[in-house]
């Protein structure tokens, strides 16, 4: 896997908005996308995945979705919650144990 | 799901003294683990990948002998941090792969060198 220490992005919303969280990836042959939350002290915890033949899954207040013409990767969740404040990660998997990580978003849930 | 544990979750150590951190997949087998460290507001780093029964492998930049990695077994890798420094300080976090091809994440390790 890969993974690169960068600064985070961050996105603000107001409670009870719909949040997009963007990534790009960077290997044609992925074939399965993960979607990772992390809380401040905590480890990344796994939120969703899609596999390449599917250009959207959903899961309870989220949805993924995949275009692999542009490898673009985006996770909505609906109706922020305070609780949805956290780190968004997402992971690409082209085959094996290989993972590369996107550099992460910080999302800010206002009141 | 899956779970995957580390211990200790948090640890204080004198510079110069050797840590060990525990990773450990709880209810299925990894033949890979892999070890991160994480500063503050950043991404993952990836230190090294480590599978059963054979060497670790580092990233470029990270010392094997400072960063001693074992996977004994299929549930169990360790990171030993060798002769700690106050540069070491940081949040290391493990992973473990099922199915080969999903990562779980153990709940990660801050270690304080003072």
């Known amino acids: 896997g890969e993974s690169v220490g960068l600064h985070l992005p961050t996105l603000s919303v107001q409670e009870g908005d719909n949040s997009i969280i963007n990534c790009a990836y960077s290997?044609?042959?992925?074939?399965?996308f993960i979607w990772y939350k992390q809380e401040s002290g905590k480890g990344p915890q796994f939120i969703i995945d899609?596999?390449?033949?599917?250009d959207k899954r959903q899961g309870q207040r989220v949805t993924v979705l995949l275009n692999k013409t542009v490898k673009h990767l985006s996770l909505q969740i609906a109706a922020t919650q305070p609780g949805d404040s956290a780190v968004y990660f997402c992971a690409e998997n082209p085959g094996g144990n290989q993972f590369y990580f996107g550099t992460g978003t910080s999302l800010t849930v206002i009141p | 799901g899956a779970v995957v544990s580390q211990h200790p979750s948090r640890v204080i150590c004198k510079s110069g003294t050797s840590v060990k951190i525990e990773c450990r997949s709880l209810?299925?087998?990894?033949?890979?683990m892999f070890w991160y460290r994480q500063f503050p507001k950043q991404s993952l780093m990836l230190m090294a990948t480590s599978n059963e029964g054979s060497k670790a492998t580092y990233e470029q930049g990270v010392e094997k002998d400072k960063f001693l990695i074992n996977h004994a077994s299929l549930t169990l890798s360790t990171l030993t941090v060798t002769s700690a420094h106050p540069e070491d300080s940081s949040f290391y976090i493990c992973s473990a792969v099922k199915n080969t091809d999903t990562q779980y994440f153990g709940p990660g390790t801050r270690l304080t060198v003072l």
């Open positions: 209810d299925f087998q990894a033949t890979t």
């Open positions: 899609i596999r390449s033949n599917m």
């Open positions: 290997n044609s042959a992925s074939d399965y």
